[in-house]
């Protein structure tokens, strides 16, 4: 007698609701995973900001200090540099910061819109 082989027997379907879990707790994984990329990429964007920052200072410093200009505002063009700069991080922060994953899961709006429905249906 022979034993019928398991792995040619139809697959059983899953719930519906445990692989919308799976699915959501996979896009969640996916969206923390986005969000810490894009967080490290702006710490590595900030750090060279800083310490071109201060090299760019520096020679600003430097350079107005062997011409005897300090005291001139018109002799600090490093503020330029960080106020352009510093915009753009500026940007890059909230960019990062807006695209924070929601705290809210979409199992939990899964959850909403079936309440919704079930509720509309009680109704009428």
């Not at 996979?26 to 923390?32: C, G, I, K, S």
């Not at 350079?63 to 600090?76: D, M, P, Q, R």
């Amino acid at each position: 007698m022979k034993v019928p082989d398991e792995s040619n027997e139809p697959m059983s379907n899953t719930t519906p609701r445990s692989s919308q879990g799976e699915q959501a707790a996979d896009e969640r994984q996916d969206a923390a995973r986005r969000y810490v990329e894009q967080l490290r990429a702006f710490y590595v964007h900030a750090a060279v900001f800083a310490a071109s920052m201060t090299v760019i200072f520096a020679v600003n410093l430097l350079t107005n200090l062997s011409a005897g200009v300090t005291s001139e505002w018109s002799a600090w063009w490093s503020v330029w540099a960080l106020i352009g700069w510093g915009a753009g991080i500026a940007v890059h922060g909230l960019v990062v910061r807006l695209n924070r994953p929601a705290l809210a899961s979409s199992a939990w709006e899964q959850r909403q819109i079936e309440r919704m429905l079930g509720t509309g249906r009680n109704d009428g």
